[in-house]
């Protein structure tokens, strides 16, 4: 079987065309208690969708529902135990447009 070949189209379109099947259920959680004395705060510029946001007693507020599920979160976070990364059930999560 021949190599699948996405659709040449611009990064941001394709992350604008995505849809989200959302579960009940947090595919990922961020412990604010560890972030409260985290000053570095990578996810925050890192997250493409914006979902972590600092809020005024220093903590972060995450929301998991509209997730690209890319991973760069739990990558760039260098505190043990402050995001706990999974994907979403099967079925579940994000959808990306090929066209
Ligand atoms: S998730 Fe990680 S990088 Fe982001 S504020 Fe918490 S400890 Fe810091
Ligand atoms: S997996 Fe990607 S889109 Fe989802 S919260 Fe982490 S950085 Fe943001």
């Not at 604010?32 to 507020?61: K, M, Q, W, Y």
């Not at 509209?66 to 135990?81: D, H, K, L, S």
């Amino acid at each position: 079987m021949g190599r699948e070949v996405w659709p040449d189209i611009a990064f941001q379109d394709r992350i604008d065309s995505a849809t989200f099947r959302v579960h009940h259920q947090a595919h990922i959680v961020v412990d604010s208690a560890i972030c409260g004395d985290c000053s570095t705060r990578e996810c925050i510029v890192a997250c493409p969708a914006n979902l972590f946001v600092p809020t005024s007693d220093g903590g972060i507020l995450f929301n998991y529902e509209q997730c690209f599920e890319c991973g760069t979160c739990y990558m760039v976070c260098n505190r043990e135990g402050a995001i706990s990364w999974d994907y979403p059930e099967g079925g579940f999560g994000v959808v990306y447009k090929r066209t």
